[in-house]
T-cell receptor, first 110, second 114 residues
């Protein structure tokens, strides 16, 4: 089974609203990364949060990490049509490879 | 544009055949990672090379092999292809050999096995 599981699997919101997606994982991590993928294209790195960090911001993105609950959330504020994409969390458990979750498909309705 | 290039963009071939996918990392990046993305398996890590040496191995089949050349470009060889090998194949690169840094993904090669 996947190390990271995103929730929800799919999310549709109106443009301008905030979008929140969650990632849960099973084992202790060194860091957790979020990536975006537009349909059929390569993944784009969004943000990396290390295990000793609790929150990180980048523009309209806010990521939180709760290592006690083994979960992370990605918040996109003031969503835009261009944010329509799939979002993946990826965990680094120190074995030199990232394990990607199943993704959340976000649709922004204009 | 991530700076990572992959060729070809699309590949259609028959079962039993062998193909080679090529990846050029970003300038200055020493690590290359290969991933397979399919609808049923999601995004799966296959293998990583760092400065010419195999660094980490994931769910890579024995029919698949890879290498990284002195100029740091990498090739993924898929042989005895089966219908189930149809997928998007991505390579990614990073400066470090550690997975604790961001990876830059190429646009992918879409492989269709008929």
């Amino acid at each position: 089974s996947q190390q990271g599981e995103e929730d929800p699997q799919a999310l549709s919101i109106q443009e301008g609203e905030n979008a929140t997606m969650n990632c849960s994982y099973k084992t202790s991590i060194n860091n957790l990364q979020w990536y975006r993928q537009n349909s059929g294209r390569g993944l784009v790195h969004l943000i990396l949060i290390r295990s000793n960090e609790r929150e990180k911001h980048s523009g309209r993105l806010r990521v939180t990490l709760d290592t006690s609950k083994k979960s992370s959330s990605l918040l996109i504020t003031a969503s835009r049509a261009a944010d329509t994409a799939s979002y993946f969390c990826a965990t680094d458990v120190g074995n030199e490879k990232l394990t990607f979750g199943t993704g959340t498909r976000l649709t922004i309705i204009p | 544009d991530s700076g990572v290039t992959q060729t070809p963009k699309h590949l259609i071939t028959a079962t039993g055949q062998r193909v080679t996918l090529r990846c050029s990392p970003r300038s200055g990046d020493l690590s290359v990672y290969w991933y397979q993305q399919s609808l049923d398996q999601g995004l799966q890590f296959l293998i990583q090379y760092y400065n010419g040496e195999e660094r980490a191995k994931g769910n890579i089949l024995e029919r698949f092999s890879a290498q990284q050349f002195p100029d740091l470009h990498s090739e993924l060889n898929l042989s005895s292809l089966e219908l189930g090998d149809s997928a998007l194949y991505f390579c990614a690169s990073s400066r470090s050999g550690s997975s604790s840094y961001e990876q830059y993904f190429g646009p992918g090669t879409r492989l269709t096995v008929t």
